[in-house]
Structures are given as structure tokens and as C-alpha cells.
């Protein structure tokens, strides 16, 4: 597929299985995180996000936790399926400014 | 479907060449970007409009020169193409600024300079 020689962090689960994304980010004010999912050929897809006055956000069987005290995101994922394989990726804006995005990691869902 | 819709989705040229990207969304947003892929996978941002206006000009070549003909409409063109350029551009809308509302993207358009 096409993340054969990527070099991404890389979670393994098996189907069924609750699957958990970490996100370290850098800025202290970023003020808005969201994270995306990214299929083979396709477009970043929006997945969740969330302010920084809230710590969890849920979605359907999504939930996402931030800790700003050391600054980081998390996306839970309940009940992974095959489907939920892809890369995904967190970003960080400060301020309505641009959004950074981190380096990715890959998802794999084994039945 | 709404959707944000690239065109060419390949694009394949030779260095020097001149090419352009466009960008079409139908949801009604009033700020569109562009963004580059690399080989990596690695998403950084180029540049934004908020209604036909440049307000993200990031650290980019000036062979590439964004127009938006109107607030539906994002198209990249870029000259001189360079092997460098090889990569995936993405061109994404949201409803208004970063903060406000999740940016949708299209899928891509991946250009390879031979």
C-alpha cells in the first residue's frame, strides 16, 4: 500500500479493539486542535476537534482528550474497524492563525 | 455532491514547464487554502483567502501565484516547475477562519516533475 516505506509511527490493533492516536504538539497558546483521517489517494478527512477550554470532546466512537499541562492530544477510537485504516494526523492553530500539522501516525486494523 | 473538487487529480510535466491547479467548493465557505504533501506525508499550508483576499502567504516560491476569481474558487499556477515541486497539493475550504470551523479537503491533485 502506499505507506510501505513511510517512515510514521505505525499502531497495530485488531479489529474490535479500542484504538488510541497520540499527538505531542508544540505551541503553548495554540488555542484549537483537530484531528484528521487520510486514506490512500485521498484528501485529509475532518474527524473531531476541539477548543482549549475543554479537556474531551466526543464524537461517534471518537473521543479526543487534551492536556494542556503537557501538551497533548489524543484520539480515542472505540471499537476499531477496518475501515478506520488510514494515517492520521493532528494539527494546532494559535489564534484563527494557520494550522500546523504534525508528522502522522499510521493506523492498522488487522482482522 | 458538496464537495471540494481538484483538477487535474495527475499531473505529470517536465521541468520548466508552466502548469495550473484549480479549485472548486460548492459548500458555501468563504476561506480556501492550499497545502503541500510530501513524500513524507508530511501537510504544511501555502497560502489562504478569506473571500478573494490573501491572508496566509507562507515562506513559498514565487513561481507559485495563487488567483481567486471569486470566494468558490482557489487555483494555483506555477511556473518554472522544479523537481522540488514534485508533490501532492491539496486545496481545502472552511466556513470561516482556522479557528472557527474545520477546514474540508479535496483530494488532491499529485504532481510529478519529470
Known amino acids: 500500500g502506499e505507506s510501505v516505506g513511510l517512515h510514521l509511527p505505525t499502531l497495530s490493533v485488531q479489529e474490535g479493539d479500542n484504538s488510541i492516536i497520540n499527538c505531542a504538539y508544540s505551541n503553548s497558546a495554540s488555542d484549537y486542535f483537530i484531528w484528521y483521517k487520510q486514506e490512500s489517494g485521498k484528501g485529509p478527512q475532518f474527524i473531531i476537534d476541539i477548543r482549549s477550554n475543554m479537556d474531551k470532546r466526543q464524537g461517534q466512537r471518537v473521543t479526543v482528550l487534551l492536556n494542556k499541562t503537557v501538551k497533548h492530544l489524543s484520539l480515542q477510537i472505540a471499537a476499531t474497524q477496518p475501515g478506520d485504516s488510514a494515517v492520521y494526523f493532528c494539527a494546532e492553530s494559535e489564534y484563527g492563525n494557520k494550522l500546523v500539522f504534525g508528522a502522522g501516525t499510521i493506523l492498522r486494523v488487522k482482522s | 455532491d458538496t464537495a471540494v473538487s481538484q483538477t487535474p487529480k495527475y499531473l505529470v510535466t517536465q521541468m520548466g514547464n508552466d502548469k495550473s491547479i484549480k479549485c472548486e467548493q460548492n459548500l458555501g465557505h468563504d476561506t480556501m487554502y492550499w497545502y503541500k504533501q510530501d513524500s513524507k506525508k508530511f501537510l504544511k499550508i501555502m497560502f489562504s483567502?478569506?473571500?478573494?483576499?490573501?491572508?496566509i502567504n507562507e515562506t513559498v516560491p514565487n513561481r507559485f501565484s495563487p488567483k481567486s476569481p471569486d470566494k468558490a474558487h482557489l487555483n494555483l499556477h506555477i511556473n518554472s516547475l522544479e523537481l522540488g515541486d514534485s508533490a501532492v497539493y491539496f486545496c481545502a475550504s472552511s466556513l470561516g477562519t482556522v479557528s472557527n470551523q474545520p477546514q474540508h479537503f479535496g483530494d488532491g491533485t499529485r504532481l510529478s516533475i519529470l
Open positions: 483567502y478569506n473571500n478573494k483576499e490573501l491572508i
